[in-house]
T-cell receptor, first 114, second 114 residues
Framework: DVKVTQSSRYLVKRTGEKVFLECVQD?????MFWYRQDPGLGLRLIYF???????EKGDIPEGYSVSREKKERFSLILESASTNQTSMYLC?????????????FGPGTRLTVT | AQTVTQSQPEMSVQEAETVTLSCTYD???????LFWYKQPPSRQMILVIR??????QNATENRFSVNFQKAAKSFSLKISDSQLGDAAMYFC???????????FGKGTRLSVIA
């Protein structure tokens, strides 16, 4: 089974802190994604990566950066956490072949910024 | 930009009954995929069903089926013989072929009444 793991289920940080959210997948997937999920807003794409060291901005990249040094790992970085970044963060991965369709999700990280 | 609209923030259904969740999308492309994802209260997002746009036949997975109306850009999910375990957030999603991200609707919260 495909497994996408996220480093923390719950995280509490203070305003201004630098925050790292880690995501690891074990299926050699080319594509990896970071979303944030807020009530009433659904899932919004922050960044995605289709290869090592490659990244593309999603719909809401402001205040975030990403790193993908290895194929299996995709990190989301909050350079200076703010209270409006309190949210559920979901990581996902997917194979890069044209016929692939299923995107696999991690369990999510509930981040609270105080 | 592609958009996905779920017009029903909340729905409820009696156990063993049938419920239909609505989804419309906006695109000018002809080669794309549509999905329904389920997110139970434990938060792990899982794929329920998918539909390739080039296929005219509606997809079916056990008690789950879709009504795909390409011209109307409509993609509804029908759940038959509803079970308590079907209670969850359901997200409709769309993506183009290739290394492209999923675009999600805002979700429909389904309650199943015993």
């Amino acid at each position: 089974d495909v497994k996408v793991t996220q480093s923390s289920r719950y995280l509490v940080k203070r305003t201004g802190e630098k925050v790292f959210l880690e995501c690891v997948q074990d299926m050699d997937h080319e594509n990896m994604f970071w979303y944030r999920q807020d009530p009433g807003l659904g899932l919004r794409l922050i960044y995605f990566s289709y290869d090592v060291k490659m990244k593309e901005k999603g719909d809401i990249p402001e205040g975030y950066s990403v790193s993908r040094e290895k194929k299996e790992r995709f990190s989301l970085i909050l350079e200076s956490a703010s209270t409006n970044q309190t949210s559920m963060y979901l990581c996902a991965s997917r194979s890069g072949t044209r016929s692939s369709y299923e995107q696999y999700f991690g369990p999510g990280t509930r981040l609270t910024v105080t | 930009a592609q958009t996905v609209t779920q017009s029903q923030p909340e729905m409820s259904v009696q156990e063993a009954e049938t419920v239909t969740l609505s989804c419309t999308y906006d695109t000018s492309e002809s080669d794309y995929y549509l999905f329904w994802y389920k997110q139970p209260p434990s938060r792990q997002m899982i794929l329920v069903i998918r539909q390739e746009a080039y296929k005219q036949q509606n997809a079916t997975e056990n008690r789950f089926s879709v009504n795909f109306q390409k011209a109307a850009k409509s993609f509804s999910l029908k759940i038959s013989d509803s079970q308590l375990g079907d209670a969850a957030m359901y997200f409709c999603a769309y993506r183009l072929s290739g290394n492209t991200p999923l675009v999600f609707g805002k979700g429909t919260r389904l309650s199943v009444i015993a």
